[in-house]
């Protein structure tokens, strides 16, 4: 009797599997139509050609071709970077840029057929869409400084500079009279370590290395040793904007860091008229831009620290006279700002002098 009522359940049960199997697909049975999507080649960029460069504000040709005559896409969506832009309705697309970011940007396409997608991109530059400013200084003191500071970065504290100095072996952190250059207190680094920037935020001095990628925490008064820090790129300069640093690594970048744990905030990329301005140096933030020294010029560049752009630069090249120049004179570096007193100081590695100017 169990056998009678389970036979006829079983024939069931096969006779579904097997129609099942026979209306199935077969098991090399490919679609030439729907390819996979790493195979999937729908579309190209025509223009603009990778790596051009345009103005901020200068509309940009995007044009994009269909690879196959036999495939088109179902829609194709343009992006500037994550930003979506548009769903193309024809192969070519007039982009503003006023609104992109500086630096290097990412134009995606990404078409799709049948469920399955692909996505090319082509790399452009967006530079300064105006010149910047060309100012002009003055010399309001001169003042002696250690032609023996190798000077790396610099800030105004409660009447004194701090002074951070570079060359592994020589690299220190060093309290200095303004009026004598007398350096009233000094703490050294480690003779592994290449001093490099230095800055003060909420009563603590942040202080760089070069290429160690480690960094330095110090008590203000004692310049004891609070704690230490890493970062991921090289170590140049390093300022505050209010609760957060800005660091720079020698490239056109500005990094923004959270203080206690060093962690990129954001970053700008610092661009002019003419495109990325690198080498930035040694940095000061004064009454709401950035100031950086260039690396190997006599130039500072004046930058607003929300779009990168340089607004305005001044030239001192002629700010150390020959007379005061000697064998291990080195270039330009380090700025200073009194905000209570309004006093701006500049000077460079090795030099004998610190000056007090006027920037108009």
């Known amino acids: ?43 190209r960029f ?27 896409p179902d829609s194709i969506l343009l992006y500037a970077d994550s930003r979506f832009l548009a769903k193309l309705d024809e192969l070519t697309y007039n982009m503003e840029t006023q609104a992109l970011p500086l630096g290097s940007r990412q134009i995606r396409a990404t078409a799709w057929y049948k469920g399955e997608r692909q996505t090319v991109s082509v790399g452009i530059r967006i530079k300064a869409g105006k010149s910047p400013r060309t100012m002009s200084y003055r010399v309001v003191n001169t003042f002696p400084h250690d032609k023996e500071a190798y000077t790396q970065g610099l800030f105004y504290y409660n009447g004194y500079l701090i002074e951070s100095t570079g060359q592994k072996g020589m690299s220190t952190l060093r309290r200095v009279e303004i ?53 991921l790129t090289q170590g140049w300069g390093i300022t505050t904007m209010q609760d957060t640093l800005i660091m720079s690594d020698g490239s056109n970048v500005l990094y923004f860091l959270e203080p206690k744990s060093f962690t990129e905030l954001r970053r700008v990329e610092v661009c002019d008229n003419n495109g990325p301005v690198s080498q930035l140096n040694e940095l000061e933030y004064i009454q709401g ?72």
């Open 46 to 72: 025509d223009q603009p050609v990778n790596g051009s460069m345009f103005a901020q504000g200068e509309a940009v040709m995007l044009s994009l071709r269909v690879v196959a005559d036999t495939v088109k």
């Open 179 to 231: 009026k004598t250059g007398k350096v009233v207190q000094s703490v050294n680094l480690d003779q592994n370590y290449f001093g490099e920037g230095a800055t003060l935020y909420k009563d603590e001095i942040y202080q760089l290395t070069w290429t160690s990628r480690k960094g330095f925490v110090y008590n203000p008064q004692t310049f004891s040793l609070i704690r230490t820090f890493e970062y």
């Open 289 to 360: 831009k950035v100031y950086a020294n260039i690396y190997q010029t006599d130039r500072i560049v004046i930058i607003n620290p929300a779009s990168g752009m340089v607004e305005a630069q001044v030239d001192f090249s002629n700010l150390l006279k020959l007379s005061d120049r000697h064998r291990n004179i080195d270039v330009f570096n380090g700025i200073a700002w009194d905000e209570e007193n309004q006093r701006l100081f500049v000077t460079g590695k090795n030099w004998p002098k610190l000056f007090q100017v006027e920037i108009f």
């Open 1 to 43: 009797m169990r056998f009678s009522i389970i036979w006829p359940f079983l024939l069931w049960s096969m006779a579904i599997f097997h129609l099942a199997a026979c209306n199935g697909p077969k098991k090399h049975e490919h679609s030439p139509e729907v390819k996979k999507r790493s195979d999937l080649q729908l579309v």
